[in-house]
């Protein structure tokens, strides 16, 4: 693999990138690159970054930054990753460049348009949290999560194969698509739901309720509008880059809402019925998070009161009965019990697990994932 790599924007992305080339290459250099002085010095301090740069003073001469490097990962906004596109080419940088933007038309285009001196391969893990900054960098966040490659007819081949090698390497599964292609679905499952998100929490601290109302809410509004506790400023900016799709998204997100407007006015409790099933029907289809072939995998779940500990004590049980987690939900039922749904592989004593548990007073149901 590489033996120097520099990532531009320290943030939640850029570090936990570095922090899993670490994890996975402990003797790679990684060159951090941002903007804020302290937020340099808290990558070394973190060990995510072997040395760091402030980004003005990179930008005036790169030749020291990028002494060596062999990759730069672009971890910025789209607006500054597009700036940095040029500085490289300016500067004659000569290795690979990827990035991490959540959109990628624009950026693929104006790589395309430089023809530049390096090779650039454009990426959107797609991974995240509503934490931000570099205390959040985490070496597993992009562990089995799918990591979007948008090659054009004009990537080097050697290039993206390395691309595509690292990104195995920090743990993520690569999968390659076009870049208009990739901003299309990433509006829908992505973009939408956090303006949908921010509007459910805005629809409640609006009414002269608001405050009472936000007091009383359980899991499945928490649940559903984790996401709306992300950066405003990062996703002002994606919204603002992918802007037509995510009003197409609202648009067509507004007409389903008004189908289910339309069948509760009119009482229509079976069209209610049939919206909702034919929701739960593709939500329950949806694949355990990139996992091998159903058959192999095996769904346990759990009631339990949601309490601290309560999860550790049955990944214990798990891990000691040799069973192998490929997959962790929680279903929340109220504000203090949930239902804990755990997709096992199938190794290990699942019998014995299962005994386990009943011995703990839990009430364990275990069926192959194809049937449930």
């Known amino acids: 693999m590489f033996s120097r790599i520099a990532v531009i924007g320290l943030g939640l992305i850029g570090g936990s990138v570095a922090a899993a080339a670490r994890r996975a290459w402990p003797d790679l250099a990684v060159v951090g ?30 030749s020291d930054a990028l002494s060596g490097v062999e990759l730069v990962v672009l971890a910025t906004p789209v607006a500054e990753a597009l700036r940095w596109l040029d500085r490289l080419h300016e500067a004659g940088y000569r290795g690979i ?14 790589a395309a348009a430089l023809r530049p001196v390096y090779a650039f391969i454009g990426g959107h893990p797609m991974a995240g949290s509503e934490r931000s ?23 080097d081949a050697g290039a993206f194969r390395r ?13 390659s698509i076009p870049a208009d292609v990739h901003d299309e679905a990433v509006a829908l499952i992505s973009h939408v739901p956090h303006v949908a998100a921010a509007a459910l929490v805005a629809l409640v ?18 649940d559903m509008t ?38 509760l006015a009119r009482r229509d409790a079976g069209e209610v019925r049939s919206l909702l099933a034919a929701a739960a029907e593709v939500r329950r289809s949806l694949p355990a998070r990139w996992v091998p072939a159903s058959a192999a995998l ?50 290990g004593d699942r019998d014995a697990l299962v005994e386990s548990l009943q011995r703990s007073g839990h009430a364990p149901t275990l069926r192959r994932l194809e049937d449930a």
């Open 33 to 62: 690159v941002d903007a804020v002085e302290a937020v340099c010095r808290r990558a070394v301090e973190l060990g995510v970054a072997t040395e760091t740069h402030v980004a003005d003073a990179a930008r005036e001469d790169l």
């Open 97 to 110: 460049v990827t990035d991490v933007c959540s959109t990628k038309s624009a950026i693929v285009a104006k």
């Open 133 to 155: 900054g570099i205390d959040a960098a985490n070496p597993e966040l992009f562990d089995g999560a799918y990591y979007v490659l948008t090659p054009t007819a004009d990537t």
């Open 163 to 175: 691309v595509h090698e690292f990104v195995t390497g920090i743990g993520a599964r690569p999968i």
């Open 205 to 222: 601290a609006e009414q002269p309720a608001g405050e009472d109302a936000l007091r009383l809410a359980a899991g499945g509004f928490k």
């Open 226 to 263: 984790r996401i709306a506790a992300g950066s405003p400023d990062l996703w002002t900016g994606i919204c603002a880059e992918n802007a037509d799709r995510i009003v197409d998204g609202l648009g067509r997100l507004q007409d389903v809402i008004a189908r289910f407007k339309d069948a």
């Open 298 to 347: 095996f769904e346990l779940s759990i009631p339990m009161r949601d309490r601290p500990g309560a999860i550790s004590e049955i990944t214990t049980l798990v891990g000691r009965a040799g069973c192998n987690i490929e997959d962790i939900e929680i279903d929340h039922v109220s504000e203090d019990s949930a239902v804990l749904r755990l997709v096992l592989t199938d190794e």
